[in-house]
Structure formats: C-alpha cells, structure tokens
T-cell receptor
Framework: KNEVEQSPQNLTAQEGEFITINCSYS?????LHWLQQHPGGGIVSLFM???GKKKHGRLIATINIQEKHSSLHITASHPRDSAVYIC???????????FGAGTRLTVKP | GAGVSQTPSNKVTEKGKYVELRCDPI?????LYWYRQSLGQGPEFLIY????????DSGLPNDRFFAVRPEGSVSTLKIQRTERGDSAVYLC????????????????FGPGTRLTVL
C-alpha cells in the first residue's frame, strides 16, 4: 500500500465547476505539498502546509493532521487548470518526500 | 532565470552506456533533491544533499546510481551500465536550508531530464 493515496486518479469537469482532489497518508508528517504538473513534466509547488487552510487565488488547500487527510479545491475551474495534481508529504524525522500517484484533471470548455 | 535548471532536457542512450544528468539549483539553496518519475506515476525520492554531502541516499535503487555535489551548488546524477528500466524523467529540486528535524522548506523543481534507454 502506498503511503500517500490520492483520489480520484482521473477527473473530468466542465469549466466553472468546483473541483476537489483528496489525499490521505499513513505516516507521520511534518508538512504536505500540493504540486501541479503540466504536460511536459514541469512541476510547480502550489502549497506547502502543516495545519489548517491556505488559499491562493482560486485554489484552496486544507489539511487535517489528526485524520491524515488533505484536500485541494479549485473554484470556478478553467481549462488552463488541466494538469496532474500531486500530493507529497514530508515524513516526520525524514528528509525525503513521499509522493502520491497524482490526479489527472481535465477541465473542458 | 532564477529557477532550477536541468541539462540535458532529453537524453537517449543505449543499454549499458554511462550517463550524467546535471542540476543547477537556485542560488543560495543549500538543500538539493533528486527524484525519478516513471510514466503515469508520482515522483520517487532518490537522494538528498545538504550542502556538499549526501544526507540521505536511501532512495538510490542500486549501486549503478551515484550523485555528487562537490561545491555545494551544481549536482550531477550519474548512472552506470544503464538499463531499459532506468528510462524515466529525472527531476531535481532545491530549497533553502533544512533547519533540523521536521523543518523543511518549500521545494522548487527543475523541468526534468527525460532519459530513454534503448
């Protein structure tokens, strides 16, 4: 079993829809990353959080440390949001990141 | 360009050959990470440098893989006797100093090197 599980694996939405991507992890962590990867491979860090909630534009990330769960929300989705969204955790007392397999999001106009 | 850069962007080689992949981190970032991403999967950790030293190389799959960072800036990932299974995108990321147990800073990723072993 992967230490970081994401759902769904694939998600297709219509432009304007509210999107939720979920991430569950099984290890103790010090922080969690949400990353965006566009076709061609470039990875961009969207959020790094260890508690509560962060918001940047139309993106919102929440984390519940007790439940070992995080969600990434996209409001008013747009075709340019189409990408793979990856959840990654910094395992506590460790120096590497553990990655989920990613959620492929396609937003149709 | 102040971001992480990686060269080459693409590398095609034959089975059994030796390859070197280069990463230029963001200036001032002392932490450097190498990851490998196979098609359709999330990245997996290979090795982490804090300064010049490999602080954690537990992700290197076998002794054909080796990485150096002699001056604490540029890093080179070296793969000997390449195998078809080594084909993947190799990603490098850098961050500010890791401040101790559990204190990690945001990582900035390079564009990756796509390695294809024929």
């Amino acid at each position: 079993k992967n230490e970081v599980e994401q759902s769904p694996q694939n998600l297709t939405a219509q432009e304007g829809e509210f999107i939720t991507i979920n991430c569950s992890y099984s290890v103790g962590i010090s922080a969690l990353h949400w990353l965006q990867q566009h076709p061609g491979g470039g990875i961009v860090s969207l959020f790094m959080l260890s508690s509560g909630k962060k918001k940047h534009g139309r993106l919102i990330a929440t984390i519940n440390i007790q439940e070992k769960h995080s969600s990434l929300h996209i409001t008013a989705s747009h075709p340019r949001d189409s990408a793979v969204y990856i959840c990654a955790v910094f395992e506590y007392n460790n120096n590497d990141m553990r990655f989920g397999a990613g959620t492929r999001l396609t937003v149709k106009p | 360009g102040a971001g992480v850069s990686q060269t080459p962007s693409n590398k095609v080689t034959e089975k059994g050959k030796y390859v070197e992949l280069r990463c230029d981190p963001i200036s001032g970032h002392t932490a450097l990470y190498w990851y490998r991403q196979s098609l359709g999967q999330g990245p997996e950790f290979l090795i982490y440098f804090q300064g010049t030293g490999a602080a954690d190389d537990s992700g290197l799959p076998n002794d054909r893989f080796f990485a150096v960072r002699p001056e604490g800036s540029v890093s080179t990932l070296k793969i000997q006797r390449t195998e078809r299974g080594d084909s993947a995108v190799y990603l490098c990321a850098s961050s500010l100093t890791v401040g101790g147990r559990g204190e990690h800073n945001e990582q900035f990723f390079g564009p990756g090197t796509r390695l294809t072993v024929l």
